[in-house]
């Protein structure tokens, strides 16, 4: 090989080893643009946020819809949704974040779950949980079956005004007991809550967001109804069936016999219905004691899947004679938390209704006849 064969491989090599990077380089940066194209197209189809986030732990965190977020675990599956900024009648502002967590194992059973969690800003301002009553706040119920689902709402403090997202990492795991420094998480899941995705209500909107009916005003007079009545809330129907009188020997008591029906299509609803009666007077009648369960009397399940039902009957003194009409006030409650109810109201119903005696133990009125129940048609 000649001189200048050798100039000229020379040349060639060095030619080759400056524009091959160079082309590689432009292939997958092409490449990478195409990619990301494809990453943002598919962003907006699910209706996410897509930012520019630096590489490493924080670009791994899922970006939260504005609606619901969803993170499927090993054990279970949290929804994360409803970021409200609630601003008290008191003057308190606080912001409330709903979990829903569902048991996704097929034969395992979890017992007192209870949440961990850290909330912080884009600045690194962390937020803690508070401790206050709030009416219409669900009550989380930690113990869970497989397919079983519930809903707690977390509390913080108000993030500071012109926050651009806040990271929620939450945790959930067994109680350890007040006692235990350790906490063994069974799942985890990691958030970005967009500040768009945040509302702000006042404390009254908030009843009505959580369904909670808010009671009859004067102004506002309860209706006079016919039984059976059934009232609709946003997770279930409230029925009062009839009302009547059931006699045995010589004493008498009145009886509101009332059903409740889950309407929701994942929840589970524990409920304790809690009823009041006074006459057309103001006269308040109290519960009757001493009386044990009565012959036809359903046998009372508060605790509703959904589609099931729950019937009862409440007993009462008798009302004086010559009454018109009675005034029959009800609230639901949740029975871990009776600061909590899910709906409440009154009606009215008239004598007629409230006077028939209950067939299997038909007593006599004042002229001496039996006395029978009418059923309603």
């Keep these: 090989m000649t001189r200048t064969d050798r ?57 939260m819809s504005g609606v ?93 005004d012109g926050f651009e997202y806040l990271d929620l990492d939450l945790s959930i795991g067994p109680d350890p007991g007040l006692f235990s420094f350790s906490f063994d998480a069974i799942d985890t899941a990691h958030v970005r809550i967009p500040q768009s995705a945040i509302i702000t209500m006042d404390e009254e ?66 409920t304790l219905v809690v009823v009041s009666i006074k006459d057309n007077w103001g006269n308040d009648y109290e519960r009757a004691s001493g009386w044990n369960s009565l012959d036809g009397e359903p046998r009372s399940t508060p605790r509703m899947r959904p589609g099931q039902s729950s019937s009862d009957w409440d007993k009462y003194e008798t009302p004086l004679e010559g009454y018109s009409s009675l005034t029959i006030a009800y609230r639901i409650i949740d029975r871990d938390n009776w600061s909590l109810y899910y709906g409440q109201g009154e009606v009215v119903i008239d004598a007629a209704q409230s006077n028939r005696l209950s067939p299997d133990r038909a007593g006599t009125d004042a002229g001496g006849k039996t006395q029978t129940e009418e059923q309603p048609k």
């Design 7 to 63: 100039l000229w491989f020379a040349g060639v090599a060095v030619a080759l080893g400056i524009w091959i990077p160079i082309a590689v380089s432009l292939a997958i940066r092409h490449e990478s643009k195409a990619l990301m194209d494809r990453v943002i197209e598919k962003a907006e189809d699910v209706g996410r946020a897509f930012d520019d986030t630096p590489p490493g732990p924080e670009a791994d965190r899922p970006k």
């Design 68 to 160: 619901a977020f969803t993170s499927v675990g090993d054990v279970v599956t949290f929804e994360i949704s409803d970021p409200i900024i609630i601003d008290r009648d008191s003057g308190e502002r606080l912001l409330l974040v709903a979990v829903t967590v569902e048991n996704t194992t097929p034969k395992r059973k979890l017992d007192d779950l209870v949440f961990r969690s850290a909330l912080k800003d884009n600045w690194g301002n962390n937020y803690n949980e508070t401790i206050a009553w709030l009416e219409g706040r669900p009550t989380f119920d930690g113990n869970l079956l497989p397919g079983e689902n519930s809903i707690g709402v977390l509390m913080f403090e108000p993030p500071m």
């Design 205 to 270: 909107a908030w009843l009505l967001h959580r369904g909670v009916e808010q009671p009859a005003t004067e102004a506002s007079p309860p209706p006079t109804v016919t039984l059976p009545y059934e009232i609709e809330f946003p997770k279930f129907t409230f029925t009062i069936e009839r009302v009547f009188r059931r006699v045995s020997g010589s004493d008498e008591v009145l009886v509101v016999a009332h059903k409740t029906i889950n309407t929701t299509q994942n929840e589970i609803l524990d």
